[in-house]
């Protein structure tokens, strides 16, 4: 028997096997990028919302002031949705996987969203709306209840999608940092697409049954853009859940002793499972990751009032139009969409670029806190172009001897399309560095990959949530438009950009230089 380090050792006859741990292995990359293809096809379904839903609802009638209340879905069902799906689908024993449930069941919901949506005015007339250039209040119910359903459908694909890259990707830091790179990747693909299609007048033309009497063509074009994005999802969706199996699951198995001190966490769990975890994930969090919602939490007060209102300010304060008059205003949101597809562009450069900022500012805390600046910055410069744009309206008789207000000066057009542009550095960080700085700080939480995402969507949609209910009255009591809600957005900014540098911690050493694009290096 040895007797080293003062221990005996059982002989060989006694001595109990012990299995070896073994270290689960990275799946191939093609499977990585094929489940973070899937970001494209829900991007493109954001990126319609945020360009082209906005001024359709005041299309069918519904005032500007009330616009935003339509888009306390996306903060109420993200504050739901996101955590409880990740909750389940840590906890999903179904034979088609963990994760794979939920993303189905996510593209399934998007396509009836999309079938609610597009159709609202043909529903609406057909159930009673008259025509022409009125309310039409059986349209908008429908079309609130569709997109509803498409918020509760893209947070219920989202944070599976993200959880299942982490289950495929092994705990490999190189992994990880592809997975997250190719989901940031296909994120600004999507978008691309998306707002390339709202940029895009004739698109109607390819499907020219979606042109009708009670939906106008900048009604058809957003049908025939929610038809592409459904196919697109569809597709990817289909290809991804076909092919790449999920990795086997083996949950921890626990101590008699430890079984028996949880019995009654077991009890109280069976019957509020889902928000006893969240509320134990939000009493463990560490110091650090409070500071980190913080900073999310005004950060996204800054972008919500952009992100709503930026195609009806091209609409409205740039171009000067007004809904349902004259084509100034559907031009105007084109642009927007033009300005958008910059932006995702300028987006995906900066994301891949994140690294080698971070290292010439110092660190990520640096970075982000340098560019909510830029944030603010670029909101407060939409009060200029604004009042330059307001300032050169230029009319032109028209054959009936009236005067007719002309589309902007090329040079103000250009300038809005900057801001758009320069907008996509920081949101690129937006998108990334939060989820990278939450991997580090809360993990020693215990929680699990999709409970994680959720607790820090909280940081998202509560200020979502305060934007969407406060931004209408507010912008009415400056006398409407989007500019009241910009500034207070470019002070947010500023105050994220302070505490960022002032109170969130910084990293371990070797963190800077693991960041990339929402991952690690």
Known sequence: MDNRNGKLAAPPSLQISQPTPTTPTPSPLPKIIMVASIAAGVQFGWALQLSLLTPYV???????????YIWLCGPISGMIVQPLVGYYSDRCRSTFGRRR??????????????????????????????????????????????????????NTLQGPCRA?????????SNRTRTANAAFSFF?????????????YKNLYKVFPFSKTDACDV????????????????????????????????????????????????????????????????????????????????????AWFPFLLFDTDWMGKEVYGGEPNVGTLYSSGVRAGSLGLMINSIVLG??????????????????????VNFLLAICLGMTVLVTKMAESSRHYATGSDGKLTLQEPQPGIVAGALTLFGVLGIPQAITFSIPFALASIFSSKSGA?????????????????MFVSVLSGPWDALFGGGNLPAFIVGAISAAAS?????????TPPPDAPTKLVAGGFH
């Not at 994120?187 to 940029?199: E, F, K, P, S, T």
């Not at 110091?287 to 007060?301: D, E, H, K, P, Q």
Request: one cysteine or more.
């Open 58 to 68: 005041q299309l069918l009638g519904i005032p500007h002031t009330w616009a935003a």
């Open 218 to 301: 900048y009604c058809a074009n957003l049908k025939s853009c929610f038809f592409l994005s459904i196919a697109l999802l569809t597709t990817l969706t289909t290809l991804a859940l076909t092919i790449v199996k999920e990795p086997e699951f083996e949950p921890e198995t626990s101590t008699p002793e430890k079984n028996n001190d949880d019995t009654s966490n077991q009890n109280c769990c069976m019957r509020l499972p889902f928000f006893g975890e969240i509320i134990g994930a939000l009493k463990d969090l560490p110091r650090s990751m409070w500071f980190l919602l913080l900073v999310t939490c005004l950060n996204w007060i």
């Open 497 to 505: 950009g302070i505490c960022a540098l002032t109170l969130l911690p």
């Open 101 to 154: 449930p939920f993303i189905a069941a996510g593209a399934a919901l998007v396509g009836v969203a999309v079938f609610l949506i597009g159709f609202a005015a043909d529903l609406g007339h057909a159930s009673g709306d008259p025509l022409g250039k009125v309310s039409k209040p059986r349209a908008i119910a429908v079309f609130v209840v569709g997109f509803w359903i498409l918020d509760v459908a893209n």
């Open 349 to 370: 450069f900066a994301s891949v670029a994140i690294p080698y900022l971070s290292k010439i500012l110092g660190g990520v805390k640096r970075l982000w806190g340098g």
């Open 448 to 464: 699990g990959q999709g409970l994680s995402l959720g607790v820090l969507n909280l940081a998202i949609v509560v200020p979502q």
């Open 164 to 172: 299942f890259l982490a289950d495929l990707s092994a705990g490999n």
């Open 187 to 199: 994120m600004a693909i999507g978008n691309v697409l998306g707002y390339a299609a709202g940029a």
